[in-house]
């Protein structure tokens, strides 16, 4: 099961991926580009 998180109290609850996949869109990368990334930095 994926863990939940609350954004603020009595607010909306989100599971850990789609708070990771809403960063990636925030800071305009698809899920590929940030493997891309990962792997032209050595991480």
Known sequence: ???RIT???Q???FSRFVM???RLMDWNMSPCNWRA????TSI
Do not use: T
């Not at 990334?37 to 032209?40: E, H, I, M, V």
């Open 7 to 9: 954004l603020a109290p």
């Open 37 to 40: 990334s990962l792997r032209s």
């Open 20 to 22: 990771g996949y809403w």
């Open 11 to 13: 607010g909306p609850e």
């Open 1 to 3: 099961m994926v863990q």
